[in-house]
């Protein structure tokens, strides 16, 4: 049994753990519910480890881990509304600015 992850965030490890189950890759989650420890516990110590059972997996799931979270980092480029001009980062397919506007009536 091999440690192949740490990330401070319990929601995103739980999502790893499913992805990885999804490609026959067996592992589990320690510390995960330390979190709330934080204070008591050094922070470093309470974040979720994942760890692969069978050795084999590793580099398997190294890769599996990897190819997906810098998917999400590279959701392209940014990109400018087209209303008001204001610079959107990649991930929002919304204007933050406009969206909260009611359009039916004029400013």
């Known amino acids: 049994m091999k440690r192949i ?7 995103l490890a739980g999502h790893l ?11 589990l989650i320690k510390n995960r519910h330390l979190m709330g420890g934080v ?3 050094p922070p470093l110590e309470a974040w ?3 760890w692969v059972i069978n050795d084999g997996d590793t580099d398997r799931a ?3 881990i990897s190819s997906m979270l810098d998917s999400e980092r590279n959701d ?3 990109w400018t509304c087209s209303d008001c001009g204001e610079a959107i980062e990649p991930q929002f397919s919304e204007c933050w600015l406009c969206a909260g ?4 009536f004029p400013p």
């Open 39 to 41: 204070g008591d516990l």
């Open 62 to 64: 190294r890769a599996l």
């Open 48 to 50: 979720p480890e994942i």
């Open 76 to 78: 392209g480029p940014a």
């Open 101 to 104: 506007k009611d359009r039916s």
């Open 5 to 11: 992850y740490t990330l401070h965030d319990p929601m």
């Open 17 to 27: 753990e499913a992805v990885l189950s999804d490609h026959s890759i067996a592992c």
